[in-house]
């Protein structure tokens, strides 16, 4: 594979780029492979090059039905981030961390990962100790916090309200200074490249139309190209969860809602991290090109409609302006949805399922991003070893009948209320 | 000399009224009804801003929402806005605009090093660097990135301006008011129809005002003037200008905003400076017309190359020449209105036409006016650097790849044409898929998916006569729809130019020797090279073209380069237009103000503010308030230098020795009425109801189904079928929610009513030893004893002619009473009780000794009641029926819940009895352990114990009671504190409940 | 924004309303020995079908009733709304 430089940019530019590489083939389906993926956003293109590089299985298929990079991963907020208050997502979360922080490195692409840090506004006393209680979590699981006062908030962003025309006083704020953003593409893209080149087959427009299964295991998968057999396949579909599942026969402690984001036109820098609002819905980031990456709620009603309705948008800037009266001035330029698999616990689900050799990644809610390294990692583990890793033991399915809930909000089932 | 392009009496604007204004520092004049493009192309200025990537000079690229490149930074009342478009923006006194993305001027930019490295940062090129050493990428190079990008500057100012919305509901809605949208709004509204017509610019007409056509032996622009003025008159009419259709969203609703301010030269404090429009309509019509699409070819972004369509505006709206050498450059007739219109204006323009000789009306008409064509050729480049001064041209070969010959033209503007591309924003939007139409090139709506029909040029119909026809047809068709009334009009005669076919000419071969960017998308700086590039990569997937190469995701969100760049692909790919397909149009059509869009709810007014009938005088007596959802409660009543915990103490002091009084009004009320309401309230509550007598009060606490407590509070029975339940502040609304739900999904056989009374009653807790001394003087008529009015009793009583309700519960722990009465004697109430109770030593407390006086008590709140706490947690195991069901009972049985050593409640005191514990801590066992360490749990809520004066707090920790007498570390590593403390019981006073009863 | 028929008070817009979820799913009677399984149907699962699905709605800021909407997923279109009692 072409390794990508300064010099080989330099070298290619005086031979008019004439001699890239392409990133990633277009190959036919075999009839068999060792592992399928289904799903060709950032979980599955992770999965399937750690099943590469960690686990030395290479005769895997990427199953996409659409372009890969298509849903969620090239339609989210970039926000990376670790400022969990449970054990199981903290360590989980902290874990993809460290994969975040090598990963332009370990890709040979530049993902531009920004640790430019996140703030969690709070507007109460009562929020400062729900914060307080999350940043000692993170601390005692040896993940960076600080508890931020109102004047060392300002010193942050000074653009934001301080002033006394406002309803709810920045009182401060969690930062967790380690998180950031990158550049959400590049991401599937260097998974997808470097996968591919360890022999993985990408195979994008194919459509999954059901299962099969003879005697509780797993033996293929029937699409739109038609029937691939596997010995093992892995289920990363986002949004798409609950369609497959029927397709199996399962009902998950997942539903599918629309969650919207919009950017403004690009200004120059002002805001360097992450804000997010705590008296309304509303997170902020401006990206490297100069656009205010915003978004906030759900849609608030079940959807597999990548277009949401104006109220929610209008819903989430009033928060925004209400935390930066600045914004006003500024212009909305595009406003996108995406498909989100709500888990009835805010928490992702990792596992193995009742079918043998089936395995289930989903529950990512709005926050699938930021652990698209480590998802990747620990699903491969899982499919690999067939069992799941240690970072991903209490992401379990079965953990709603037990109780052993990862409820992050303490707002239970009702996922549309956000 | 000023505005030294303007043709004499020309043009829409008004001669008679000059504005002065500033770009880059120096001073200019134009006329009411310019465009601050109209005004300095006026002017002679064309260069206008730098490109974002390459930082190469800009000019004016259109006339109108499509142009890409005139972004400017203006100053206007006060307030800086950066990337205005400056071809929409209109001119107004005093305006100042500076350019942007440049430095130290737009004429001299520093930054335009990059278009002489150009060749080293093609497309996606920062994926494939900037990575060594690792941490340069953050500290470095992206630093740099950041600051070279971003267009123009946002003004930190707090907006003064007021943004407005509107809700509107409408039989039909048309958007654009070109000949489609006049003559389908006309139609409709003659039925009676009530028609709502939008138009983006302040014009309306479309392209009637500059097309050279005439209708009923009117010009077009008086047919629209006459339109428009009928329509005026009609009173089931609104029409609209300066107001932008931008979004079509679900079921039929349309969102517009309207520049209502910023044209204005005096306006009052409450004319909003934009308005946003709600508006659901019956039907749309959409005649958003078409936007002109550019040929690409060698440095095309150079300053005075323009769109065809664009420099005609100029002339034939604003009276404004863009050149006085022009080369019109055209694949398709229409430019010709161009060339002639330059002529009438005693300019000689040379036509460039890529396609062999032609015949038709308008070709030969530029003929008989001795207008120079060149056929078969095409423009390969532009020369000049801040401004066009001549073009390298070519004779094309058979199949238009190479050229016979190249000779130079001079020249001082390109306009060019390469036909035209229908607006179908909108259409897609509302969930329209498109299908392209082969005759023109471009995609046109396909089946409406709501009720929606597209007409005239947004539909691909470019011919004036077909689209009257089917604009007064699609008119008609609507109002029959829904008032069922067809009327009969009278097409009117219309005398336009026929046009032959254009040419499938949009790139113009660069022969090998020339060296020349072709761009296709200019904000963004993609061109063809980058275009192609990506394919070879593999990003082949028209999406994955967009976002590689960043193609379209500009301001003007590719209106001009959208259909160029796909037409490329497929021609590279060697497939169809439509194969490639198109990347999906999201709202907004155009970038709308996020102020317009927020509306009215800034400021304080983010959210309502609710108050209770005694906040003056809280307000009055020193309170200093805390938020509880969207109430203001006192906090603490602070006197003189006190602390917030001086005042805490010292109200929870008065309470625990003599009687205090707190606001209690914004806890939930919720009348339950009906037969079967004891039934519902046992299905409701983890304990039993059955036997509650009337005249008596219970403790209860609620659970979601997942079996987590969801709410507590007391529930009264007043009378036999009615019942009086209290809920917390927060969880008041949902707790509503929560009944409702269940009495009409889940049980609709019982037979119960519930409403909320939490605004009917105004509320005073009324604690300590002393307050039955209090009541009795309150209540002088009636028997306030321990035995007629026990602990959770209640009754009913007149409080000097006031009727009220007296309810003997405790959240204090103290001997305590609430006292309700309805919300307008809520201030008599409190006063009444403050006079009378002044003997007794009564005084206010807020929220802090509040919380101080449960937590020392033991009782739980909003910090222990989470959301992921069970009954069991929190010691209510004593409220928990082991008898009957109830809601979430089903979940108590998991493991997880039922496991021995689950987190509970517990107390904890400082060792040393003095330090506070922050709340948030967690609990360990070694302070010192390394991590990750194992956390036991977490401290709740804290308090100083006014009791034993010391701090105290309640925490949820592993194993429960079983830890009690045991030592561990509260931690708080984010305060950099840890604590030994000892584990005690929860309950720290009176942990036998003697004073509620005594 | 969604244009919802209140069975009660007729159309309105999404705004006056609260969404409730699936309305297939149906709460075990109360006192009835159900499995394990049974119970984490009704609490967890979901099958939030890509489709015609039947939903609940609150009409929170107008008659405060609960009702059922037939809605397609994938596109927002509403069929039918219909009172809790009433077959969709």
Known sequence: MQKYSVFSLIKNAFSDHMNWEVAWKDPTPKKEYDVIIIGGGGHGLATAYYLAKEHKITNVAIIEKGWIGGGNVGRNTTIIRSNFMFDANGRFNEFGMDLWRNLSQELNFNVMFSPRGIINLAHSDAQMNAYARRGNSMRLNGIDAVLLGREEVKKHIPMADFSDDVRFPIFGGLMQPSAGTARHDAVAWGYARQADSMGVDIIQHCEVEGFNVSNGKITGVRTSKGEIKAKKVGLCVAGSTNILAEKLNMTLPIETHCLQACVSEPVKPLLDGVVTFGAGHFYISQSDKGEMVMGGDLDGYNSYAQRGNLPTIQHVLTGGLALFPFLSRLKMLRTWGGIMDMSMDGSPIIDKTHIDGLYLNCGWCYGGFKSTPVSGWTFAHTIAQDKPHELNSELSLNRFSTGYLLDEKGIGTKTWIG | ?998 | MLYIKCPFCGMRSQNEFAYGGDASVKRPELNKEISNNEWDDFVYNRKSLRGKHIELWHHVSGCRQWFKVQRDTATHEIFKTAKMDEQI
């Open chain 2, 1 to 998: 000399m000023s505005q030294a392009y303007r043709i004499k009496d020309k043009g829409y604007i008004n001669r008679k009224k000059l504005i002065n204004f500033k770009f880059n520092g120096k001073n200019y004049t134009g006329f009411e009804g310019d465009t601050l493009a109209s005004a300095l192309l006026a002017n002679g200025i064309h260069l206008i801003g730098r490109s974002f990537k390459y930082h190469r000079p800009r000019g004016f690229f259109a006339a109108g929402v499509d142009e890409p490149n005139a972004k400017l930074q203006v100053l206007l009342n006060g307030h800086s806005e950066p990337n205005v478009n400056a071809t929409e923006i209109e001119l107004v006194e005093g305006i100042s605009a500076t350019s942007q993305n440049c430095w130290p001027s737009v004429k001299f930019d520093i930054g335009a090093i990059n278009n002489l490295l150009n060749k080293f940062f093609p497309a996606g090129f920062y994926y494939k660097t900037f990575m060594w050493p690792k941490s340069f990428w953050y500290r470095i190079y992206e630093p740099f990135i950041r600051k070279a990008a971003g267009l123009g500057v946002a003004s930190i100012e707090k907006d003064k301006e007021r943004y407005e919305h509107k809700f509107e509901y409408c039989d039909l809605l048309v958007t654009g008011s070109g000949p489609a949208g006049l003559s389908s709004a006309y139609a409709a509204a003659k039925s009676g129809a009530k028609v709502i017509l939008a138009e983006d610019k302040h014009r309306f007409g479309g392209s009637l005002l500059t097309d050279d056509v005439s209708i009923d032996n009117l010009s077009g622009k008086d047919w629209a003037d006459k339109i428009i003025s009928e329509l005026k008159e009609m009173p089931n009419v609104t029409i609209k200008n300066r107001s932008q259709v931008f979004g079509y969203y679900d079921h039929n609703m349309l969102v517009m905003f309207e520049r209502v301010g910023d044209h204005l030269e005096k306006k009052s404090k409450f004319t909003p400076r934009q308005r946003l429009w709600y508006i659901r309509c019956k039907e749309v019509i959409l005649s958003t017309g078409s936007i002109e699409r550019p040929i690409v070819f060698g440095n095309n972004d150079t300053p005075g190359v323009m769109l065809a369509s664009g420099a005609k505006e100029y002339m034939k709206v604003y009276g404004v020449l863009v050149g006085t050498k022009p080369l019109i450059f055209t694949n398709n007739d229409s430019a010709y209105e161009t060339a002639i219109e330059f002529k009438n204006n005693g300019v000689d323009p040379l036509v460039i036409d890529s396609r062999e000789e032609q015949n038709s009306e308008l070709v030969n008409e530029a003929k008989n006016k001795g207008i120079k064509i060149k056929f078969n050729h095409a423009v390969i480049k532009a020369n000049g650097y801040k401004k066009v001064n001549s073009a390298l041209i070519g004779e094309l070969n058979e199949n238009k790849s190479e050229y016979k010959n190249t000779n130079i033209v001079e020249c001082d503007c390109i306009c060019v044409s390469g036909f035209w591309t229908p607006s179908v924003h909108l259409a897609s939007q509302s969930g329209n898929k498109l299908k392209f139409k082969k005759e023109i090139d471009a995609f046109i709506p396909d089946k409406s998916k709501q009720n929606e029909v597209t007409v005239g040029a947004a539909n691909g119909d470019f011919t004036l006569g077909s689209t009257l026809n089917a604009g007064f047809k699609a008119g008609t068709a609507a109002s029959k729809k829904i008032n069922n009334k067809e009327i009969d009009i009278q097409v009117p005669n219309v005398n336009e130019k026929n046009h032959k076919a254009h040419d499938k000419f949009w790139c113009s071969p660069l022969p090998k020797n020339i060296k020349a960017k072709r761009f296709v998308d200019f904000q963004n700086d993609v061109s063809v090279t980058d275009i192609e590039i990506a394919l070879r990569e593999g990003y082949r997937s028209i999406e994955h073209v967009k976002r590689y190469t960043t193609l379209g995701m500009a301001t003007d969100q590719g209106r001009t380069s959208n259909l160029n760049g796909l037409q490329l692909v497929s021609n590279i790919e060697n497939k169809i237009v439509p194969e490639v397909g198109h990347t999906t149009f999201r709202p907004p059509f155009t970038p709308v103000t996020i102020g317009t869009i927020v509306g009215r709810e800034v400021g304080k007014h983010f959210m309502p503010t609710r108050l209770t009938p005694m906040h003056e005088w809280h307000e009055k007596n020193n309170a200093i308030f805390v938020d509880a959802g969207a109430w203001k409660r006192p906090r603490y009543y602070k006197i003189g230098n006190e602390t917030m915990l001086e005042a805490a103490k010292r109200e929870a002091k008065n309470v625990r020795e003599k009687v205090g009084i707190c606001d209690v009004t914004t806890l939930g009320k919720i009348d339950v009425k009906g037969p079967d309401a004891a039934e519902f309230l046992n299905r409701v509550y983890t304990n039993a109801w059955m036997k509650l007598p009337v005249g008596k009060a219970r403790y209860g606490v609620m659970l979601r189904e997942d079996g987590m407590v969801m709410d507590d509070g007391t529930t009264t029975r007043i009378s036999e079928n009615h019942y009086h339940m209290t809920t917390t502040t927060a969880q008041a609304a949902n707790v509503l929610s929560h009944l409702e739900y269940y009495l009409q999904i889940v049980w609709p056989d019982l037979n119960v009513n519930v409403v909320s009374t939490t605004e009917q009653w105004a509320g005073a807790a009324l604690a300590g030893p002393k307050s039955r001394e209090v009541l009795a003087k309150l209540f002088p008529n009636i028997d306030v004893s321990n035995e007629t009015l026990p602990f959770m009793g209640y009754k009913e009583a007149d409080l000097f002619g006031v009727p009220a309700k007296i309810f003997r519960i405790s959240f204090s722990g103290e001997l305590a009473y609430e006292i309700n009465v309805q919300s307008d004697h809520g201030m008599f109430m409190w006063e009444k009780m403050m006079e009378i109770g002044k003997e007794f030593g009564i005084q206010p407390y807020g929220t802090e000794a509040l919380s101080t006086l449960r937590i020392e008590m033991g009782h739980v709140a909003g910090p222990e009641l989470d959301g992921r706490t069970i009954p069991y947690d929190v010691s209510l195991d004593g409220m928990v029926s082991k008898k009957k069901d109830f809601i979430g009972k089903r979940s108590l049985t998991k493991s997880a819940f039922t496991q021995s050593d689950r987190q509970k409640i517990v107390g904890l005191i400082p060792t040393d009895r003095k330090t506070s514990i922050p709340e948030g801590s967690h609990l360990v066992e070694d302070k010192n352990a390394k991590l990750p360490n194992p956390k036991l749990g977490h401290v709740s809520s804290s308090c100083w114990s006014v009791e034993n004066n010391n701090p105290f707090s309640l925490a949820i920790l592993k194993n429960g009671k079983n830890m009690i007498g045991k030592k561990l570390f509260a931690v708080s590593p984010l305060k950099n504190k840890s604590i030994e403390v000892e584990v005690i019981s929860s309950h720290y006073v009176d942990h036998e409940g003697k004073r509620v009863r005594s």
